[in-house]
C-alpha cells in the first residue's frame, strides 16, 4: 500500500444527485484536507450515479471516483465492502469519512474491521491534531450524557459523521475536478444477502429532516389522540411532528417519526417539545435545533435545560390556547 | 427446525438513572456508577434475547448467552436465562476490563469460536453505555459470516434468515444464509418480563465462566490493551441552560403568551 495520502468522503447519491449528509462530510473533509494540506476525493458507489459526480466536485472533491454497477443499485453489505476495501488499498486514504446513515452505520465497521484500523462512529466534531497529523474525533457517548475524543493510529482513520452536525461549503459550479471510474470485479457468489423488498413508509407532509418547524410529542402526550392535536397545529404552522421513543413504542405513531439518538436527527429552526422529558438520547437527535420550546407539566423535566422557551404547565390546557393564538398572529 | 442461538449481552450502567447522577471522574476518564442504582443489561441487548426467544418461541432451538466484563453482577447477566435463554458463559477477568469495540470483539469472536455451533448470533445494535455501535458488525467480520444490521424482525425458514431491517423512510427485507449475524434495534418491541418460572429456573442454573486462556487469547489482545481507538478525553458538555419560563395566571394564558413570545422573536 501506497503511503496514506488525502481525505476520502464516502458519498451517497440520491435518485442522481448527492445526498445532503455527503456535502456535509466534503465541508467538514475540505477543512481538514486543508489542514493536513493534502487532497480532498470522494468516493460514489452505485449503479446510476446521474449527476452525483459533478455535484461532488461543487461540494469541494479534488477528484471523484466513481464505482457504477448493476449489481451495487441496492446497498448490500457484502458487496460495498468488496469495493471499498478494494478503493481503500488502491486509493490509500489517510481519512475516511462517512455518513451515519443507513448504509454508514453498516458499511463502516465491517471494512474497519476488515482493514484492520480503528473507527469513531457518529462523530460530531472532527480536527487534526497539529503534531500528530492524526484525526481526533469527537462523539457523543452514554446516550449524549456525555462526550469523548478518540483517537485512533492506523490508517486509514475511519469515522462516521452525525448528519447535521457538519456544515456544506457553499455549491461552485464552475469548479473543475477529474472523475475517474474505478473498475471493480464483483463475485456474486460472495454476496450473502438478498434484497427480497424495500418498504418505503414515508409519512404524509413535510419531511422531517427537512422541516423548518417541528412539534414533537412525548410520553406526557399520552396517546394517539393526542398527536392529532399536534398534526393540526404543524399544519398551521407549516411544519411536521415528530416524536421521542416512547410514543413510538406504545405504538401511537409510525416508528419513522422517532427523534433521537437512534431515530431522526433533526435540527429545525423551531423545536416545539410537548410532553417531551428530554432524555439524553432524545436530546441527541435534536439539540442542533435553533429554538427549542419546551410545554411540560414538570418544572424539573431535562427539557428545559435545553429550551430557550418554556411553559410549566400541562400540555393539553396550555396547547389549545397557543394553538388558537398562533392562528390569529398569522391570520393578522 | 430447532435453531442454534447465541446473544452477546451487556451489564452496562442503566441508562434510565436520572441525568443529574450522571458524573465522570476526569482523572480515570471514567464514569462513576450511580450511587444507588444497580447497572442494568444494555436495553437493545435485551430486545436481542427478545429475537432469538421469538424464533425459539415458533421452531425450538437453543439460546446461549454470552457476556464480558469483570465483577459481572450475577443478578443483573441472569436476567436472560429468566426471561426464557438456555445457558450463559462469562467471559470473566479483570483483564478484559476497559476495552474497545475491536479488544471485545476479538474476545467475543474467539469465545464464539470456542462454542462452534451456531446458526444465529444476536447483538443489540449499539451499548447503552459507549453507543458505538460496531461489535456486531466486527464479530461478522471476524468470523468471516454475513451480518444485518438494525434489525426489527427476524423469522428463519429453509435454512435462512429473513430480516426487516429499518431505514430512515421505512424498512428492507433481506435475506440472509445462515450462519449469519443479525443486531437488533428498539423497532424489534419491548422484551419480555422475565417469568416467575423463568427467575427461579435461572436461580438454579450457574453461568460458566471462562478466562482469557480458556479462549486462547493473550492478554495483550483484550481489553485496554487490545485497543485500536485511545480515549483522549470523556467529558460533560456544558448546558447554558437559560430557559425563559412564561409566567401566567393559567395555563391557557400562558399558551396565549408563548405565542405572543415566538411571535415577538420572529420564529413564526
Redo the contacts between chains.
Keep these: 500500500m501506497a503511503e496514506p495520502k488525502g481525505v476520502m468522503v464516502f458519498g451517497e447519491s440520491v435518485q442522481g444527485t448527492l445526498a445532503a449528509i455527503s456535502g456535509e462530510l466534503l465541508g467538514c473533509g475540505k477543512q481538514l484536507a486543508d489542514a493536513l494540506k493534502e487532497e480532498l476525493v470522494c468516493i460514489l458507489v452505485g449503479s446510476q450515479l446521474g449527476d452525483a459526480p459533478k455535484n461532488a466536485i461543487a461540494a469541494g472533491a479534488d477528484k471523484v471516483y466513481t464505482v457504477e454497477d448493476a449489481m451495487l443499485a ?1 446497498y448490500q ?2 458487496s460495498y465492502l468488496m469495493v471499498m476495501e478494494k478503493a481503500i488499498k488502491d486509493i490509500s486514504p489517510r481519512i475516511l469519512l462517512m455518513g451515519q ?2 448504509i454508514g ?2 458499511l463502516a ?2 471494512l ?3 482493514l484492520g ?6 462523530t460530531v466534531e472532527l480536527s487534526i491534531d497539529p503534531q500528530s497529523r492524526l484525526l ?1 474525533e469527537t ?5 449524549g ?10 490508517f486509514p482513520q475511519i469515522a462516521t459523521v452525525r448528519s447535521k452536525a457538519m456544515s456544506p461549503l457553499a455549491p461552485d459550479a464552475s469548479k473543475q475536478g477529474e472523475v475517474i471510474p474505478l473498475k471493480v470485479e464483483l463475485d456474486p457468489s460472495k454476496i ?11 409519512l404524509a407532509g413535510i419531511k422531517l ?1 427537512d422541516a423548518q ?1 417541528i412539534i414533537c410529542g412525548g410520553r406526557g402526550i399520552g396517546g394517539p389522540e393526542g398527536f392529532k392535536q399536534l398534526e393540526e397545529l404543524a399544519k398551521v ?1 407549516k411544519g411536521a411532528v415528530g416524536a421521542s ?1 416512547p410514543p ?2 406504545n405504538g401511537w405513531v409510525p ?2 417519526t422517532q427523534i433521537g ?2 431515530g ?1 436527527i433533526v435540527a429545525p ?2 423545536y416545539i417539545a410537548v410532553g417531551v422529558s428530554g ?3 432524545h436530546l441527541a437527535g435534536c439539540s442542533g435545533s435553533k ?1 427549542v ?3 411540560n407539566k414538570d418544572a424539573e423535566a ?1 427539557i ?11 400540555w393539553k ?10 392562528k390569529e ?2 391570520a393578522g | 427446525m430447532p435453531v442454534n442461538m447465541i446473544v452477546c449481552c451487556k451489564q452496562v450502567i442503566d441508562p434510565e438513572a436520572p441525568p443529574a447522577s450522571f458524573k465522570i471522574d476526569p482523572a480515570s476518564n471514567q464514569v462513576i456508577p450511580p450511587p444507588g442504582v444497580p447497572p442494568v443489561i444494555s436495553p437493545f441487548d435485551e430486545q436481542a434475547v427478545e429475537a432469538a426467544l421469538r424464533i425459539k418461541d415458533s421452531q425450538g432451538g437453543k439460546i446461549t448467552v454470552l457476556s464480558l466484563g469483570n465483577n459481572l453482577l450475577r443478578d443483573v447477566v441472569k436476567k436472560p436465562l429468566s426471561m426464557g435463554a438456555d445457558e450463559l458463559i462469562l467471559l470473566e477477568d479483570p483483564a478484559f476490563e476497559g476495552g474497545d469495540s475491536w479488544s471485545t470483539a476479538y474476545a467475543l469472536t474467539m469465545a464464539i469460536k470456542k462454542i462452534g455451533q451456531f446458526d444465529l448470533i444476536f447483538c443489540g445494535r449499539q451499548a447503552a453505555d459507549w453507543d458505538a455501535g460496531q461489535i456486531g458488525s466486527g464479530i461478522a467480520e471476524l468470523l468471516g459470516i454475513p451480518s444485518v444490521t438494525v434489525a426489527k424482525k427476524v423469522e428463519v425458514a429453509d435454512g435462512k434468515a429473513k430480516v426487516e431491517r429499518v431505514l430512515a423512510d421505512g424498512y428492507q427485507v433481506i435475506e440472509v444464509t445462515m450462519p449469519a449475524l443479525i443486531t437488533v434495534s428498539n423497532e424489534l418491541g419491548e422484551a419480555r418480563y422475565a417469568t416467575l418460572k423463568g427467575i427461579m429456573a435461572a436461580a438454579k442454573k450457574q453461568p460458566v465462566i471462562w478466562k482469557p486462556a480458556d479462549i486462547g487469547v493473550e492478554p495483550g489482545q483484550i481489553g485496554a490493551a487490545g485497543r485500536k481507538n485511545k480515549l483522549l478525553k470523556l467529558f460533560q458538555p456544558v448546558k447554558e441552560g437559560k430557559c425563559e419560563l412564561i409566567e401566567a395566571d393559567s395555563p391557557a394564558e400562558a399558551g396565549v403568551k408563548l405565542a405572543q413570545r415566538l411571535r415577538e422573536a420572529k420564529l413564526f
Excluded: H, W
Aim: glycine share 4%; net charge negative.
Design positions: 441496492d453489505t457484502d446513515t443507513s452505520r453498516d465497521p465491517r474497519a474491521f476488515r484500523v480503528g473507527l469513531a462512529m457518529d481526533q462523539r457523543p457517548v452514554y446516550g450524557n456525555a462526550r469523548a475524543i478518540f483517537v485512533s493510529e492506523a450473502r444477502t438478498k434484497v427480497l423488498q424495500t418498504v418505503k413508509e414515508e429532516e418547524t404552522l421513543r413510538c413504542d416508528d419513522t439518538l437512534t431522526k429552526e423551531l432524555s439524553s438520547q429554538n420550546v419546551a410545554i431535562n428545559f435545560k435545553e429550551a430557550r422557551f418554556g411553559v410549566v404547565g400541562d390546557q396550555v396547547l389549545p390556547a397557543f394553538a388558537e393564538k398562533v398572529l398569522l
